[in-house]
Nanobody, 121 residues
Framework: QVQLVESGGGLVQAGGSLRLSCAAS????????MAWYRQAPGKQRDLVAS???????NTADSVKGRFTISRDNAKNTVYLQMNSLKPEDTAVYYC???????????????WGQGTLVTVSS
């Protein structure tokens, strides 16, 4: 199985920056696309940004120009650099990964436990 462990959330003032990390661990897998989602209280979970294994990115309009997704394939880790944070960015941020489970060649998906980002005004 594959597990995702997120880190880097916390409390920051508006205009500040945070960097989230999400590391995948397990056996016999190959990571494919990875992504960050977020869910604010009382709202649905929305895609923030995604990145393919080869580095093609997609970023939500609401964070474009402020957030940057990147990955290190050697470390099985995806990052989300968040700059110019706004109070409306407050949410639980979840890491998501699609991976190929090598023993069965099945494409599977896994979620992290979430990390809270709070932006104060």
């Amino acid at each position: 199985q594959v597990q995702l462990v997120e880190s880097g959330g916390g409390l920051v003032q508006a205009g500040g920056s945070l960097r989230l990390s999400c590391a995948a661990s397990g056996n016999s897998f190959r990571l494919n696309a990875m992504a960050w989602y977020r869910q604010a209280p009382g709202k649905q979970r929305d895609l923030v940004a995604s990145i393919t294994r080869t580095g093609t990115t997609n970023t939500a309009d609401s964070v474009k120009g402020r957030f940057t997704i990147s990955r290190d394939n050697a470390k099985n880790t995806v990052y989300l650099q968040m700059n110019s944070l706004k109070p409306e960015d407050t949410a639980v941020y979840y890491c998501n990964a699609a991976f190929l489970f090598l023993p069965t060649f099945k494409n599977l998906e896994v979620w992290g436990q979430g990390t809270l980002v709070t932006v104060s005004s």
